[in-house]
């Protein structure tokens, strides 16, 4: 997330600032039309404060529109055998070992569990392989993980039941 803000901030803020600074004559006219004074300084706590407002409102937007969830962490869990993990629908699932398979209340396309290291769904039966991220999504198909070893151990992101 922070990979994605401060960049944007960046080219936000070379956006804005760059038409004032382009060329003498336009600055000028920029500072006399928003009574800004010729020796006015930006300091660093000005630079800070508007970094902060700005990424607030970029957060604000873009879950507005659905672009992104901010509230959500990444918690280690480990299960026993028969065990299983319904997944909520968008939730994250990284397998780190054990036993596991998907079980799927349907084998239609966009209805199991995409495995999206290769990009592609994984349907009842299949077992997970080590190291990928497993996503849920919103569908009218239920998925779940049944842990099939002694133990089996995930980093999940997002919702999900124990059955």
């Known amino acids: 997330m922070k990979k994605l803000i401060l960049p944007l901030i960046a080219v936000l803020l070379v956006v804005s600032v760059y038409p004032i600074l382009a060329t003498a004559s336009s600055a000028e006219s920029a500072r006399s039309e928003m009574n800004i004074p010729d020796d006015t300084l930006i300091n660093y706590g000005y630079l800070q404060k508007f970094k902060e407002e700005l990424k607030q409102e970029l957060i604000e937007e873009l879950t507005a529109q659905g672009g992104i969830t901010v509230a959500t962490e990444y918690k280690d869990v480990s299960f026993k055998e028969g065990q299983m993990i319904l997944l909520a629908p968008d939730a994250e699932i990284i397998y780190r070992g054990g036993g596991a398979v998907v079980i799927t209340s349907s084998g239609e396309e966009n209805e199991g569990i995409t495995d999206m290291a290769e990009g592609r769904e994984l349907f009842s039966g299949e077992a997970l392989e080590y190291g990928h991220i497993y996503y849920a999504s919103e569908s ?10 002694a133990k089996a151990y995930f980093t999940v992101r997002g919702d999900y039941e124990i059955a």
Request: aromatic content about 0%.
């Open 140 to 149: 009218e198909s239920r998925k779940a993980i049944l842990v099939t070893g």
